[in-house]
């Protein structure tokens, strides 16, 4: 028998027992599809969200809002991931704010919406070199600072201009 998918009779600890044990098993499947229903997604990002904006306050960042994304900047490099993170809504960054970087992380925002909390492993699954995340792809090389922009010189293509959506210090 090769179809796992829960009997309607399960108790529903047990269909949410089974549906983890599925989703180890396929992250395409209908179980992920399930944990990254959109109320649980908006649930997490809106948790990521509030803690960011928080982690941002503490630390002295000035807030504004651009469209849907709450931009803090003035932050310490320490604090978030190469020129600026996106976790929810919520961007932290020293001084990375120009409108095209604003336009790249907004696309985060809208994956973090997507998948929630999710989002943290799967993009890190999606590898750490921005030009070949899919996530970084979706949201535009050129505009988050990963390739240089169209006619202009080499000369900007800088590593640490480039922006992620999650925190990355665990890596350096
Ligand atoms: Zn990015």
Do not use: C
Not at 34 to 63: N, Q, S
Not at 77 to 86: E, H, L, M, N, S
Not at 92 to 98: G, K
């Amino acid at each position: 028998m090769a179809d796992s998918r829960p009997t309607p009779a399960a108790s529903p600890t047990a269909r949410a027992g089974i549906a983890l044990g599925a989703l180890g098993r396929s992250l395409g499947g209908p179980a992920f599809e399930a944990i990254t229903a959109p109320p649980i997604a908006r649930a997490g990002a809106a948790l990521a969200t509030h803690a960011a904006r928080l982690w941002g306050r503490v630390l002295g960042g000035e807030e504004r809002r651009e469209g849907e994304l709450h931009v803090i900047t003035g932050l310490p490099q320490w604090a978030f991931g190469r020129g600026g993170t996106t976790v929810g809504a919520t961007y932290l960054t020293r001084a990375s704010d120009s409108p095209d970087v604003l336009e790249h992380e907004d696309v985060h925002r809208q994956q973090w919406e997507r998948y929630g909390l999710w989002f943290i492993p799967m993009y890190f699954a999606a590898g750490a070199e921005g030009t070949k995340n899919r996530f970084e792809i979706e949201a535009g090389l050129e505009k988050g600072g990963y390739l240089p922009k169209d006619g202009s010189a080499r000369r900007e293509r800088r590593r640490s201009t480039g922006s992620e959506a999650v925190r990355a210090g665990e890596r350096r």
